[in-house]
């Protein structure tokens, strides 16, 4: 889906992560969000990501109890240091012998690579690297 491979994170929303209102809690959706594009990040042979930026996030619909959410997500573009990540959300949802899929959130999302010590560290990639994960763009000089 989304020409992203296979979900990153698959997940079952429980009742433990609802707001006042009984939906899924915004944030807990998020942080979901924020791994799923760090799994990506790590498809670079980099030390460890911090997130930097939260670039865009929009959520699309509510998400339920019990549905089945399936983050995707893929590298968007590599810097020196930092790593900008696409991440799309669905949800499945049952409900009366039917099932629905349903297009929950897209985000975009920066991670910077960091030392031990928590200090960027500039990312070793290859042009054949970009090329194999199908990240269209040159190495910045
Ligand atoms: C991430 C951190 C190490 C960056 O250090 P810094 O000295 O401020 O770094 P810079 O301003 O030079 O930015 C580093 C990279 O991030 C990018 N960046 C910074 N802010 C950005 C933003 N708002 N949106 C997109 N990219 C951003 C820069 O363009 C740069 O990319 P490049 O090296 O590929 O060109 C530092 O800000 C930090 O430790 N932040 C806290 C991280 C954290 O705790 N996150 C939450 C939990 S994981």
Redesign the pocket.
Known sequence: MYNMGEPRIKIVAMPKDTNPSGNIFGGWIMSQI?IAGSLAARDLNIHR?????V?SMEFREAVKVGDILSCYAKILK???????TQIEVNAERSSEGTRRCLHVTSAII?Y?N?NEA???E??PYTQNELLALEINQSI?S
């Open positions: 924020d990501v911090v997130t930097v930026a670039n590599v810097g020196k240091t930092s790593i900008t920066t910077v960091v928590g200090e960027k500039a990312i910045p």
